[in-house]
């Protein structure tokens, strides 16, 4: 027989005959922050600020994508730029000053049918969130090729916007045939001595207007089927790419940094069923605002952004998704 000797306690203490057992009750949390990076960490420096008391889980990537990227210099307010990690340690700090409870671990399962919400964490512990704002990011897809793991950061970029300054009046290449790796040529253009674009089928799948701007654009050199088979470098980075031609031909280009724009996939697989995602798999959310499908739920950065996928427009959506947060619980309050 179990006596229970508490009430409304974290922990409850049974007593089984002489035996003790100490249960761990669930967690309550009135904002849980899922995921870090530019949108997850400003999300909690403003919910912090506004006494939310806000708990953030990092998930897999503590710090997002950026953590991965040597040098960011677009960024407001780094003059001199930054490094990706250290700007994530500065956002987490800055988070954490305020209060934030930032946390290692992965969430693996949610219920949003009712509020509180339920969440599970690395598959054992469990909380109740009042209101959830999801950060989770969205991850770029790579070919899959061991060198091109083993250089990137090294001259194997998934952001032409992010990293193509550092390749000024070199030659690079460009993976894809569909309309982003048909913008990141063309910005590429504008900096870069010659870019390649890779393209593995005989046509572009790009829009017409974005077709006809990179085959008017003088540096750019379009190679239709042709499809990667290596990435070539050394100690210091990329120095080329071994491609296989139409023909079944084996070809090497000299380039200095090779650009993978084959699409985006975002993170959302413990939100099917839970949240109303897009066709792609994003999350979507009420225009000019951060608000799901679900009251108390909010989505903020590339999780719910297909087309910027910026450090600053992920932090800005942050800030909404806080914002949204705070004005909810005042006029939902449990």
Do not use: W
Not at 63 to 82: D, K, R, V
Not at 103 to 127: E, N, Q, Y
Not at 219 to 229: D, K, R, S, W
């Amino acid at each position: 027989m179990l006596y229970d000797f508490t009430e409304n306690r974290k922990y409850r203490i049974f007593v089984r005959t002489s035996m003790l057992i100490l249960i761990m009750e669930t967690e309550k949390v009135k904002c849980l922050i899922v995921g870090s990076g530019p949108a997850g960490y400003t999300a909690a420096i403003y919910t912090a600020r506004a006494s939310l008391n806000p708990v953030l889980y990092e998930g897999i990537e503590p710090g997002g994508q950026l953590t991965t990227t040597t040098e960011i210099e677009n960024f407001p307010g780094y003059p001199s730029g930054i490094a990706g990690a250290a700007m994530m340690e500065d956002l987490k700090a800055q988070a954490q000053r305020f209060g934030t409870d930032v946390r290692f671990g992965t969430v693996t399962a949610v219920d949003f049918s009712k509020r509180p919400f339920i969440v599970t964490v690395d598959g054992s512990k469990t909380i109740e969130a009042e209101t959830v704002i999801v950060a989770t990011g969205a991850s770029a897809k790579y070919l899959g090729l061991a060198s091109e793991q083993q250089f990137r950061g090294m001259g194997v970029s998934a952001c032409a916007t992010c990293d193509g300054f550092f390749y000024r009046k070199k030659d690079v290449a460009v993976i894809g045939g569909g309309d982003t790796a048909c913008e990141e040529a063309s910005y590429l253009a504008s900096l870069c001595n010659k870019v390649y674009l890779v393209v593995r089928k005989d046509y572009l799948r790009a829009s017409k207007h974005m077709q006809n701007r990179v085959m008017n654009t003088n540096n750019i050199e379009i190679l239709f089927g042709h499809v990667t088979q290596q990435v070539l470098g050394d100690e210091n980075g990329v120095t080329g790419l071994l491609l296989k031609g139409p023909d079944a031909q084996e070809k090497v280009i000299d380039v200095a940094g090779m650009f993978v724009a084959i699409g985006h996939h975002p993170n959302t697989e413990i939100f099917k069923g839970q949240l109303d995602l897009d066709a792609e798999g994003y999350i979507k959310t009420i225009p000019g605002s951060s608000k799901t499908s679900v009251a108390g739920v909010f989505a903020a950065g590339d999780v719910q952004d297909n087309t910027y996928r910026q450090a600053i427009t992920a932090a800005g959506s942050g800030c909404m998704a806080a914002i949204d947060c705070e004005r909810f619980l005042l006029e939902n309050p449990l």
